[in-house]
């Protein structure tokens, strides 16, 4: 699976701004697409996940805010992230989800796209 993401740039805060990722390849197994992001100095954390049955995960930090859509046609996922604040700034990261059978443990393997830079000014 390869993702390509698009979308990113600067906004003052209160902007909005649009992420989109479109995956190719092996998509056939995808369970969940979703975006991560990382701040400087800072782990790799969920920021939004859709799955396959259209169920979504949040952050906290972002719940009302931003908002996930999924494209299974397409493959694509998007993130329409509105009244953006300075500490939304990171590099973001889509992320697709795979089911993997090793013996008996199945887990998901994470495929992630390039970052793109988001950066919320005061």
């Known amino acids: 699976v390869q993702l390509q993401a698009s979308g990113g740039g600067s906004v003052h805060a209160g902007g909005s701004l649009r992420l989109s990722c479109v995956a190719s390849?092996?998509?056939?197994?995808?369970?969940?697409m979703g975006w991560y992001r990382q701040g400087p100095g800072s782990q790799r954390d969920l920021v939004a996940l859709i799955h396959s049955d259209s169920g979504t995960n949040y952050a906290d930090t972002v719940r009302g805010r931003f908002t996930i859509s999924r494209d299974i046609t397409k493959n694509t996922v998007s993130l329409q992230m509105n009244d953006l604040r300075p500490e939304d700034s990171a590099v973001y990261y889509c992320?697709?989800?795979?089911?993997?059978?090793?013996?008996?443990?199945?887990?998901?393997?994470?495929?992630w796209g390039q970052g793109t830079l988001v950066t919320v000014s005061s």
């Open positions: 390849g092996s998509t056939l197994r995808i369970n969940a």
């Open positions: 992320n697709a989800k795979q089911p993997v059978v090793a013996g008996d443990i199945m887990y998901d393997f994470d495929f």
